[in-house]
């Protein structure tokens, strides 16, 4: 596996920049006392007892005056290189925050016009493209059926003549009648013509042509796929340049009178959206209007008493990272079409402590069903909203006893991720959540606290994490670690695959679970620090159970 790229965090930028504003603040709370001791000292320089001494002794005096003024001065000047340094110290902190803000806004704005630019090309490149296809694709088939009529032809004639030729040597009269063995030719040659072998051979060659491209379709689609996971930075463009890539291709259709003014009847937006945001809003109420992504609201499976029925893990137990990412995968297995699987991990303590795993993706239909873990919730999620998957994750909180002041982890793969940072990003959620863990988790668009400790684990090829359209943020409480996709042993060789997972495959949870070993041992300060404060959440004795959760 190759190395990582880590940001954010105790050693990154945003925790320099906050060091340094914080410093700021405490020259220029030092340069305050130092003029107030200064006019103190200054004070004394006017002081009534001081000046009737001046008369009784006036070189005694004098000298107090020039020493209180020298002190003062001298406190002053101090006061005043400590409260500059202050300013030039918090300046440089706005003037570095300033300029990566104008670089963002600059980077977006870029982005959408590279996207309008794709979007208002891809519908005529895509139709002159299939037309191409079509064009030769056609002529080559008619060559190929031209060629062989022209062959069989050919055949056909050669074969008459040897026909007509062994007819002659058994009757040599023939040939005092030229017109008799021309008609015989003839005759021969169209006998010998075979319209089913034109068609059987142009068969062959259009079957061997399509096994061929059978053949050659795995390794060119293999290639395009890790040709696009190590040029995955496109999604980027894609994503953040959501609102022009709509406004691009529907640029066209636009011109026509009234097309604007219907789109923005069926999302609800003004059209074309302008924001990243507004585009999911978009995406979402349009999908509304014909029925797909109604979120509806959540339960958990009960017992007899009519209370949420926990089902207890046995010998499961979370210990470090690897086993976070191992989890997330069991509760996707265990979960399916019907109900969602929330797992929490209680740590003994003291102090107690919770894990709660929240499922993955695992029903791409966008037409909500029973398990709320699908797309629906992703694009509810995605606008910023809470939605069934969440209030689900809240009773199972609920359920098992986690009270208002219990440290929580939240942690999750894909939509897990996601759902983890909506509940952490959400003031009125009441419960204590302390740290999120991410894996391939679109969530630099949510505003967690900054008291909540964050770690996500990104591969560069993965298109989910690339959602957002936007980097993490660079905070000294979010940490991010972002490397290649590795390659896993695969089951029916026992061997390590063969090919790079590349942007269609790098999507999984195993992938993370082994990224996420590899980065606990890496030695990152900023990973280091987030372990060291997750380190009650790993430790002590522990119990594992399961909620069913589901839509209704």
Do not use: C
Not at 280 to 300: P, V, Y
Not at 502 to 529: K, L
């Amino acid at each position: 596996m190759s190395g990582i790229t880590v940001s954010g965090g105790a050693g990154g930028v945003g925790a320099r920049l906050d060091d340094m504003r914080l410093q700021a603040q405490q020259l220029a709370m030092l340069s305050t006392e130092l003029i107030g001791r200064s006019g103190s000292a200054a004070a004394k320089a006017v002081d009534g007892d001081l000046l009737e001494s001046m008369i009784l002794s006036p070189v005694t005096g004098a000298a107090a005056e020039g020493a209180i003024v020298l002190a003062s001065g001298s406190l002053l000047l101090v006061a005043t290189e400590t409260g500059v340094s202050a300013v030039f110290l918090e300046g440089a902190v706005v003037a570095y925050e300033t300029a990566d803000q104008l670089i963002a806004a600059a980077t977006v704005a870029l982005h959408n016009g590279v996207a309008f630019v794709i979007g208002v090309l891809a519908v005529p490149v895509a139709l002159v493209a299939a037309a191409g296809v079509v064009v030769v694709g056609g002529a080559w088939m008619l060559t190929v059926a031209g060629v062989n009529i022209v062959v069989e032809g050919v055949d056909s004639l050669v074969e008459g003549a040897q026909q007509t030729l062994d007819q002659i040597g058994d009757n040599p009269w023939l040939l005092l009648s030229p017109a008799g063995v021309a008609g015989l030719f003839t005759a021969n040659s169209i006998a010998a013509y075979s319209p089913q072998e034109v068609i059987d051979r142009t068969a062959a060659t259009y079957a061997d042509a399509l096994a061929r491209l059978q053949e050659l379709a795995p390794i060119a689609g293999q290639a395009a796929n890790e040709w696009l996971g190590d040029n995955a930075w496109i999604e980027d463009i894609l994503t953040d340049g959501a609102p022009g890539l709509l406004a691009g291709l529907t640029f066209l259709p636009g011109l026509l009178p009234g097309f604007n003014g219907l789109m923005s009847v069926v999302t609800g937006q003004g059209w074309p959206p302008l924001t990243y945001e507004q585009a999911i809003d978009a995406i979402a109420t349009g999908g509304g209007r014909f029925g797909l992504f109604e979120d509806g609201t959540a339960a958990l499976e009960v017992g007899a008493d009519g209370k949420p029925k926990p089902r207890a893990v046995p010998d499961t137990e979370v210990r470090g990272l690897g086993d976070l990412m191992n989890g997330s995968s069991e509760i996707d297995r265990i979960g399916g079409d019907d109900f969602s699987d929330i797992r929490i991990v209680e740590s003994a303590g003291p102090p107690k402590s919770y894990i709660v795993q929240i499922p993955s993706t695992q029903v791409w239909n966008p037409d909500a069903g029973p398990a709320a873990n699908d797309s629906t919730s992703d694009v509810v999620a995605m606008q910023g909203e809470q939605t069934a998957l969440a209030s689900a994750v809240l009773d199972a909180m609920r359920a098992a006893g986690i009270s208002s002041t219990d440290p929580v982890m939240l942690e999750g793969f894909s939509l897990g991720g996601i759902t983890a940072g909506l509940i952490a990003s959400d003031p009125s959620v009441p419960f204590n959540i302390t740290h999120v863990a991410t894996a391939g988790s679109p969530v630099a668009r949510y505003d967690i606290p900054d008291d909540v400790q964050v770690l996500s684990l990104e591969f560069e090829e993965d298109p989910v994490a690339r959602l957002d359209g936007r980097e993490n943020p660079d905070r000294a409480n979010w940490t991010t670690v972002q490397g290649d996709a590795p390659r896993l042993i695969d089951p029916a060789t026992q061997e390590l695959e063969e090919d790079g997972p590349g942007i269609a495959f790098s999507h999984n949870s195993h992938r993370y679970e082994e990224f996420a070993d590899h980065v606990a041992s890496a030695g990152d300060p900023s990973v280091d620090t987030f372990v060291d404060s997750a380190d009650p959440f790993f430790s002590g004795d522990q119990t594992v159970v399961d909620y069913r959760g589901t839509r209704q």
